[in-house]
């Protein structure tokens, strides 16, 4: 008679035989039946779900799905694969070919942007885009008879291009996930975060990474990191339906997340170099779907993991390949705090760079990709880029700390501190941005100098800001995932909408700012398929708009508006970004994303109780226009 001891019972021990239970440990057998009664339901649903995608797909999805049937896939996962994004998630992705993109409302440069002073309207990449769109055919003919490939960043927008890396693969990418078992569309969301986010944000060295990927080492790869890199690229698969949808636990980016999350608080106890990395992929990727109030704990903890286990400072007898890879986290942390500081008008958390000195501009990983009937594949020149943008950095965090780190009451900064940090800083989109923020405190309070006129700078950095944004939709398009571009775009958008209040309507000046908005608006919808964030400006930055604007919009953008929009922005985003201020002037750090929707909502609730009233006396309810109707009374904050 058997005893039921574990993990073998006393008579299969004596007989030598296997021993089997129908039960787990701590189950009766009521509870087992129910249990296995579940996971036949559970199968049963999934051979449903696949007899439904057989019966309503297109020949082209069936046969897929039945070839990966015959290669002994599970059925759930492949159920999963075409219910959760499109199509099947490891077909690849098809570029968009086009010489160059069309400005949505006026298609010319602005004519107060089309000056000879201005130096960008001479460079190479705006005399390549500012040449008629030529036909298909035409067009890959020219792209073929390009003999330097390195020109092709000239004629193809970047979303064209792909990584060219051979560990990618033949990575086992599943292993380090419990979230899916599909190896294919893992290797694509790899390959998609190391195009379009590993760019911006390196938090750990792309070589040491992939090399224990492949090896199975935990040294420099770990699940958490994996699922955290998972998550975060699931936003810019661009043949995911619902991706920016990050609240719905169906779908595989919140998985990814969740299961990052978990593991990352597992390992609090004994945190290593990659549990600094996942937490900060993770606070990017919170703060992408507009929640950067709930996770900006976890850069604090990682900066304080990173301090704990000497990332930030190099100590003795240190190997050579953690140096690199702790410079790497160091500088990629550090760079983070101080752009999120100096753009929420907060004191930097890190008060000066790393004392571990950045690595040389070879010793970093170098990006290949290979663009459209491309021969070879081109480097991004991953190390000079981390450098500049680590140099630059330094120059934000210091501005952020002598601007933001003493009472609002104080004098912050100088006329002359700001004129020399002018002087230190190099040209770039960012550095107008930097600039205007640096400055326009100067022109309210109407501030001269001998050597310089903030007035003037403001002028031609807004206008500089302008046409780089204008150049780079024309190359690139506003469609592909890029995570920086909400910030730029919001910042130029609300600053046309309040210049657009103090010109005459039907004048040049007039469209040359509609023009503005209509691309800007364009840009905040088309990234906010990929993030929650950018769609949730974009219908701030709609409401904020004057009726006539609102129709133009809506012959350029085909917006959908579904019930209960403003209803789910309260209640998913808790975002603390200030929205349309370069700078600290007006109030702008109270201006944040989360009060202008909470804002947006007591108006329509008052404008609700008011109607009835209007309607009797036959008057109607009018917005004011933006500033006044963006900004928020202290009594109303309350």
Same mark, same amino acid.
């Given at each position: 008679?058997?005893?039921?001891?574990?993990?073998?019972?006393?008579?299969?021990? /004596?007989? $030598?035989?296997?021993?089997?239970?129908?039960?787990?440990?701590?189950?009766?057998?009521?509870?087992?039946?129910?249990?296995?009664?579940?996971?036949?339901?559970?199968?049963?649903?999934?051979?449903?779900?696949?007899?439904?995608?057989?019966?309503?797909?297109?020949?082209?999805?069936?046969? $897929?799905?039945?070839?990966?049937?015959?290669?002994?896939?599970?059925?759930?996962?492949?159920?999963? %694969?075409?219910?959760?994004?499109?199509?099947?998630?490891?077909?690849?992705?098809?570029?968009?070919?086009?010489?160059?993109?069309?400005?949505?409302?006026?298609?010319?440069?602005?004519?107060?942007?089309?000056?000879?002073?201005?130096?960008?309207?001479?460079?190479?990449?705006?005399?390549?885009?500012?040449?008629? !769109?030529?036909?298909?055919?035409?067009?890959?003919?020219?792209?073929?008879?390009?003999?330097?490939?390195? $020109?092709?960043?000239?004629?193809?927008?970047?979303?064209?291009?792909?990584?060219?890396?051979?560990?990618?693969?033949?990575?086992?990418?599943?292993?380090?996930?419990?979230?899916?078992?599909?190896?294919?569309?893992?290797?694509?969301?790899?390959?998609?975060?190391?195009?379009?986010?590993?760019?911006?944000?390196?938090?750990?060295?792309?070589?040491?990474?992939?090399?224990?990927?492949?090896?199975?080492?935990?040294?420099?790869?770990?699940?958490?990191?994996?699922?955290?890199?998972?998550?975060?690229?699931?936003?810019?698969?661009?043949?995911?339906?619902?991706?920016?949808?990050?609240?719905?636990?169906?779908?595989?980016?919140?998985?990814?997340? %969740?299961?990052?999350?978990?593991?990352?608080?597992?390992?609090?106890?004994?945190?290593?170099?990659?549990?600094?990395?996942?937490?900060?992929?993770?606070?990017?990727?919170?703060?992408?779907? &507009?929640?950067?109030?709930?996770?900006?704990?976890?850069?604090?903890?990682?900066?304080?993991?990173?301090?704990?286990?000497?990332?930030?400072?190099?100590?003795?007898?240190?190997?050579?390949?953690?140096?690199?890879? %702790?410079?790497?986290? %160091?500088?990629?942390?550090?760079?983070?705090?101080?752009?999120?500081?100096?753009?929420?008008?907060?004191?930097?958390?890190?008060?000066?760079?790393?004392?571990?000195?950045?690595?040389?501009?070879?010793?970093?990983?170098?990006?290949?990709?290979?663009?459209?009937?491309?021969?070879?594949?081109?480097?991004?020149?991953? &190390?000079?880029?981390?450098?500049?943008?680590? /140099?630059?950095?330094?120059?934000?965090?210091?501005?952020?700390?002598? !601007?933001?780190?003493?009472?609002?009451?104080?004098?912050?900064?100088?006329?002359?501190?700001?004129?020399?940090?002018?002087?230190?800083?190099?040209?770039?989109?960012?550095?107008?941005?930097?600039?205007?923020?640096?400055?326009?405190?100067?022109?309210?309070?109407?501030?001269?100098?001998?050597?310089?006129?903030?007035?003037?700078?403001?002028?031609?950095?807004?206008?500089?800001?302008?046409?780089?944004?204008?150049?780079?939709?024309?190359?690139?398009?506003?469609?592909?995932?890029?995570?920086?571009?909400?910030?730029?775009?919001?910042?130029?958008?609300?600053?046309?909408?309040?210049?657009?209040?103090?010109? /005459?309507?039907?004048?040049?000046?007039?469209?040359?700012?509609?023009?503005?908005?209509?691309?800007?608006?364009?840009?905040?919808?088309?990234?906010?398929?990929?993030?929650?964030?950018?769609?949730?400006?974009?219908?701030?930055?709609?409401?904020?708009? &004057?009726?006539?604007?609102?129709?133009?919009?809506?012959?350029?953008?085909?917006?959908?508006?579904?019930?209960?929009?403003?209803?789910?922005?309260?209640?998913?985003?808790?975002?603390?970004?200030?929205?349309?201020?370069?700078?600290?002037?007006?109030?702008?750090?109270?201006?944040?994303?989360?009060?202008?929707?909470?804002?947006?909502?007591?108006?329509? $609730?008052?404008?609700?109780?008011?109607?009835?009233?209007?309607?009797?006396?036959?008057?109607?309810?009018?917005?004011?226009?933006?500033?006044?109707?963006? &900004?928020?009374?202290?009594?109303?904050?309350?």
């Amino acid at each position: 008679m058997c005893s039921a001891e574990r993990p073998r019972c006393s008579v299969c021990v /004596e007989r $030598q035989t296997p021993c089997e239970y129908t039960t787990l440990p701590t189950e009766t057998h009521l509870r087992a039946q129910k249990r296995k009664l579940t996971d036949l339901e559970i199968k049963c649903q999934a051979y449903e779900d696949l007899l439904s995608i057989l019966r309503s797909r297109p020949d082209s999805e069936t046969n $897929q799905v039945l070839q990966r049937l015959r290669m002994g896939e599970d059925v759930q996962a492949i159920v999963n %694969a075409v219910q959760d994004g499109d199509l099947l998630l490891q077909l690849s992705l098809k570029p968009d070919l086009r010489f160059r993109y069309e400005f949505p409302y006026i298609r010319e440069m602005p004519p107060h942007l089309d000056s000879p002073k201005n130096p960008y309207l001479c460079s190479i990449l705006y005399e390549k885009t500012s040449v008629v !769109s030529l036909q298909p055919s035409v067009y890959v003919d020219t792209l073929r008879d390009v003999q330097d490939e390195s $020109q092709k960043i000239y004629l193809v927008p970047y979303h064209t291009a792909e990584l060219v890396d051979s560990r990618i693969a033949s990575a086992s990418v599943s292993s380090w996930t419990k979230v899916s078992s599909d190896n294919p569309m893992l290797r694509v969301l790899l390959q998609i975060y190391f195009v379009f986010e590993f760019p911006f944000h390196p938090y750990f060295h792309k070589d040491m990474f992939l090399e224990d990927l492949l090896a199975g080492s935990r040294q420099f790869c770990s699940s958490s990191l994996v699922n955290a890199i998972l998550g975060a690229a699931w936003h810019g698969y661009s043949k995911m339906r619902n991706r920016a949808v990050f609240w719905l636990p169906d779908n595989l980016g919140y998985r990814f997340l %969740a299961e990052a999350r978990r593991l990352f608080e597992l390992e609090q106890t004994n945190p290593t170099v990659t549990t600094v990395q996942a937490g900060a992929i993770i606070h990017l990727t919170s703060n992408n779907n &507009g929640i950067d109030s709930l996770s900006w704990v976890y850069v604090d903890r990682s900066i304080k993991m990173a301090q704990s286990i000497s990332l930030l400072s190099p100590s003795p007898d240190e190997s050579r390949e953690w140096q690199l890879v %702790a410079s790497a986290t %160091a500088w990629s942390l550090f760079n983070w705090q101080a752009l999120a500081a100096f753009h929420t008008f907060q004191p930097p958390i890190l008060k000066d760079p790393p004392a571990r000195p950045l690595p040389d501009v070879d010793d970093y990983g170098e990006i290949w990709v290979q663009y459209p009937l491309g021969r070879e594949p081109i480097a991004m020149f991953n &190390g000079l880029v981390f450098r500049a943008v680590s /140099e630059f950095r330094v120059i934000m965090n210091e501005v952020a700390k002598l !601007s933001f780190g003493r009472p609002k009451s104080s004098n912050r900064m100088s006329l002359d501190a700001a004129i020399g940090y002018r002087s230190r800083l190099s040209v770039c989109i960012h550095y107008h941005v930097l600039l205007i923020g640096l400055f326009e405190p100067f022109v309210q309070m109407g501030a001269i100098h001998t050597e310089a006129n903030p007035s003037t700078i403001v002028s031609h950095s807004k206008a500089y800001f302008e046409t780089l944004m204008r150049i780079y939709y024309l190359r690139h398009g506003f469609e592909s995932l890029d995570v920086t571009l909400v910030q730029f775009l919001h910042l130029l958008g609300f600053s046309a909408l309040k210049d657009l209040s103090l010109v /005459e309507k039907g004048t040049v000046a007039c469209e040359a700012l509609r023009s503005t908005l209509m691309l800007c608006a364009k840009g905040l919808w088309e990234q906010g398929q990929n993030y929650y964030l950018s769609e949730a400006i974009f219908r701030m930055f709609k409401q904020s708009m &004057g009726i006539e604007e609102v129709l133009l919009l809506r012959d350029i953008i085909d917006i959908e508006d579904p019930d209960g929009w403003l209803d789910r922005m309260i209640q998913e985003i808790r975002s603390r970004w200030p929205i349309g201020n370069f700078s600290m002037t007006d109030d702008g750090g109270e201006r944040t994303l989360e009060r202008f929707i909470r804002w947006q909502q007591q108006f329509l $609730q008052d404008k609700a109780q008011d109607g009835t009233a209007m309607e009797q006396d036959g008057s109607s309810v009018t917005p004011p226009r933006y500033p006044e109707r963006y &900004g928020m009374s202290s009594a109303s904050q309350e």
